[in-house]
């Protein structure tokens, strides 16, 4: 399994922008589909971006395409979420794993006010 811990989430006002950061564990992250799901108020954990080994491939969930940015530094252990144009529906608590999720942290909480 790939450990990770997620950091960088906050408050922010509707049109604002944020960066989420992901420390993985080392030694085979680089080889490994990694992912960020969001679980908004009152619903189920849902994959909004992934991201294919080597940074080959992107996809996003159609709520976040076009504003957000899964990015991946592989020398650090690293991945990133870039968020941009936040709005109030964003609000939520962010996790990020590998692709299939194998491990949970306790994520880090995104609250987008009007």
């Known amino acids: 399994q790939v450990r990770t811990t997620e950091s960088g989430g906050g408050l922010v006002q509707a049109g604002g922008s944020l960066r989420l950061s992901c420390a993985a564990s080392e030694g085979i992250f680089k080889r490994r589909p990694m992912g960020w799901w969001r679980r908004a108020p009152g619903k189920t954990r849902e994959l909004i971006a992934r991201?294919?080994?080597?940074?080959?491939?992107?996809i996003y969930e159609d709520s976040v395409e076009g504003r957000f940015t899964i990015s991946r530094d592989d020398e650090k252990n690293m991945m990133y979420l870039e968020m941009r144009e936040l709005k109030p529906e964003d609000t939520g608590r962010y996790y990020c794993s590998e692709i299939p999720p194998s491990y949970w942290g306790q994520g880090t909480q995104v609250t987008v006010s009007s």
């Open positions: 991201i294919l080994p080597y940074g080959t491939t992107t």
